[in-house]
């Protein structure tokens, strides 16, 4: 069965990092973009970051610019977000889906024909 699946998430303090991971199975991730999405309770899912496939065009939302980093190892059909300096705004369920369809709005969910079950963050002291 083909599918991605999230990990790494879990408690944090405000202004530390967490790693997260995306990993494929049973599909290349060489030939997508992928990007992560999040949705905090009672919001709509957000786009946070996309990374090209090969890793050198990279887009954020505002909200996180200068803060959350992506890279990805196509070797290993994976991909890797970083978060810093995180705050409570952070928290949320975090997917990572592949972008199977073209659009001129990289945060679209309708450009993302596969996802990942999620993985929960929380910022709290």
């Known amino acids: 069965q083909l599918q991605l699946v999230e990990s790494g998430g879990g408690l944090v303090q405000p202004g530390g990092s967490l790693r997260l991971l995306c990993a494929a199975s049973?599909?290349?991730?060489?030939?997508?973009?992928v990007a992560w999405f999040r949705q905090a309770s009672g919001k709509e899912r957000e786009g946070v970051s996309r990374?090209?496939?090969?890793?050198?065009?990279?887009d954020y939302a505002d909200s996180v610019e200068g803060r959350f980093t992506i890279s990805r190892n196509n070797a290993k059909d994976a991909i890797y977000p970083q978060m810093n300096s995180v705050i409570p705004e952070d928290t949320a369920v975090y997917y990572c889906?592949?972008?199977?369809?073209?659009?001129?709005?990289?945060?679209?969910?309708?450009?993302?024909?596969?996802w990942g079950q999620g993985t929960q963050v929380t910022v709290s002291s």
């Open positions: 889906a592949r972008q199977g369809r073209y659009s001129s709005e990289w945060y679209n969910v309708r450009a993302y024909d596969m």
């Open positions: 990374i090209g496939t090969r890793g050198r065009s990279i």
């Open positions: 049973r599909i290349t991730f060489a030939d997508y973009a």
